[in-house]
């Protein structure tokens, strides 16, 4: 439950769920049980390239995997783990640093595509 996961990673009252405008998010089923669950929801701009950061991540670790070529799911798994762990903390920092950047950015292009 919410509750019990929010506790779990020491979460204060307060805090506001955050997702995307995939389609699964947007649902009508979804969003009812955001609401019976009582989910505090961060409004997304709909046209807005993905501002979560962990996104950046994922690029990064696409472009890690792709440039070691696996060749079945086993190597894949592998390497996913190998370049994940390789991946600096330094890239996790910069995505911290530059958000502020980011979201005036989608702010004044009106949520749609920015340089990020």
């Given amino acids: 439950s919410r509750k ?3 506790r779990a990673l020491k979460m ?4 506001v ?3 995307d405008n995939d389609p699964k998010h947007t ?6 049980w955001l609401r019976k669950k009582h989910f505090k929801v ?6 807005s390239p993905d ?3 962990i996104e950046n991540l994922w690029r990064e670790l696409k472009v890690r995997v ?3 070529q696996p060749q079945n799911i086993t190597a894949l798994e592998e390497i996913c783990m190998e370049e994940w762990a390789k991946i600096p903390a330094t ?5 911290v640093k530059t958000y502020r950047k980011r979201l005036t950015s989608v702010i004044t292009n009106k949520g749609y595509i920015t340089k990020y």
């Fill in 4 to 6: 019990s996961h929010s």
């Fill in 12 to 15: 204060k009252r307060g805090w």
């Fill in 17 to 19: 769920f955050q997702h």
């Fill in 27 to 32: 649902a009508r089923a979804t969003k009812e």
């Fill in 42 to 47: 961060l409004e997304w701009p709909s046209q």
């Fill in 51 to 53: 501002l979560n950061p």
């Fill in 66 to 68: 792709a440039q070691r």
């Fill in 91 to 95: 890239v996790c920092e910069n995505l």
